[in-house]
């Protein structure tokens, strides 16, 4: 087919510097150029690890994310606990549940960013 990933992740924002800041502050994310094409080309892209991806529709009455939300984000994170004490330490609420993590699918964190938007933290099983 030609697909070889996702390219990009393009959403509104109230405040997208402000949101962009906080991407690249809190989870290391280079948050690219705005609209217009402005800003260094170096800090357009975002070099992630090859590992699994999941590209999954839910239907319209999930509980999975909140109901006023068209998206989640899933992050795969190298280090979960690490980085949930540089979040907690942040001030950023963190949901975690026993019953997200297991064996064979990993472990799991929820955040949200500023604007409200849901954001999961993966750490895919040893192996995977």
Known sequence: MGI?????????AADPDALSLWYRTHLGISAGCNTEGEGD??????RTAAG??????????????????QWMVNLRVDG?????DR?????????????WDSLETGRFARIH???????????PPAGL
């Open 4 to 12: 070889t990933g996702i390219g990009g992740l393009f959403f509104r």
């Open 41 to 46: 080309p170096e800090d357009w892209w975002w």
């Open 52 to 69: 699994p991806t999941v590209f999954a529709p839910f239907r319209a009455t999930t509980d999975y994310f909140p109901a006023d939300r």
């Open 80 to 84: 979960l606990d690490a980085l949930l």
């Open 87 to 99: 979040l907690r330490a942040a001030g950023i609420e963190i949901v975690t549940k026993a019953e």
């Open 113 to 123: 960013d500023p604007e409200g938007n849901p954001i999961e933290l993966w750490e």
